[in-house]
């Protein structure tokens, strides 16, 4: 009898599908893969904005915990969920190929960002959409919109907001793409470090389990993200830092980094923008790419944007 792996996830449609999805890519590897559905604290809050009650952590702790205490081998995230800096003993054990990292715009009324009328309200809960929706058009009422994709879809369709901005990844994995209205190019609206990426997180030192994994992993998903993490860590990487950041690999095999950071508590402020490409083959070279963009960020005045967060 093969030994049997467990899949600690988050119980939300997305969460399902997510660890549904690597469940079967280790099952065509020929291991037994199950389940185990959790509550998280960032499930349970849904009345404040989680850059208010301890950031994205919160939904990977209970997670880890079941890591910990073994009733789980794995946990499959949303890598734009998971820390900079994962807790000591685990480890980021892969990278899945990403989704469409694209936000986008859904609206039962409008359908585009510039069709809004003057003063629309529109739904949002990440100060990184926030400042760069309100660099685009200052004069939208952005209100925070919580819970999971359905809770969001339904407070739009119930007229809370004229409209909402969600990562185009999860509305397509749900199938919930026919309502998307707009894609934001991603050098328009740019992107949340790891939007649109899976992450396997586990404990360090679980050889045979991490050699399946690796044979998961895909590597241009996996340095493109780690040059945008790289960002985010080198600035302090928190939740209430309005930080954009989204990596391409160029036709000419080289990969480029925008990144871009507006200010935590006047969104209006011009974001601070910085691009820069090289040719990186590994891990080292892509985090190098995002320590030199948040170099340059700090040039562009970062410690005085970020004093406020
Ligand atoms: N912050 C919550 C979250 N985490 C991952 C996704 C979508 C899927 C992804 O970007 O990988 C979402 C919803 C959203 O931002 O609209």
Known sequence: MNQEFVIATRESRLALWQAE?????????GLDVRLLGMTTRGDQILDRTLSKVGGKGLFVKEL????????????VHSLKDVPMELPAGFVLAAVLEREDP????????????????????????SLR?????????????????????DTRLRKLDDGQYDA????AAG????????????YFGVDEMIPCTGQGALGIEIRAGQAPLAEHLAALAHRPTWLAAAAERAVSRELGGSCSMPLA????????GRLRLSAALGHPTQPERALLRTEATVAATDLAQAEALGVAAA????????????KDA
């Open 21 to 29: 999805h690597v469940q079967a890519l280790l099952q065509t590897r």
């Open 64 to 75: 880890e915990t079941a890591l910990e205490d073994g009733r789980a081998q794995l946990a």
């Open 102 to 125: 694209r936000d986008a715009l859904v609206s039962p009324n409008y359908e585009s960002l510039a069709a809004l009328p003057l003063g629309a309200c529109v739904g949002t809960s």
């Open 129 to 149: 959409r926030v400042t760069q929706l309100k660099n685009m058009r200052p004069d939208l009422r952005i209100e925070p919109v919580r819970g999971n994709l």
């Open 164 to 167: 909402i901005v969600l990562a």
């Open 171 to 182: 509305l397509k994995r749900l199938r919930l793409d026919g309502r998307i209205r707009q």
């Open 245 to 252: 950041a989204h990596a391409v690999w160029e036709a000419d």
């Open 295 to 306: 170099s340059a960020l700090r040039e562009h005045g970062a410690a005085e944007y970020l």
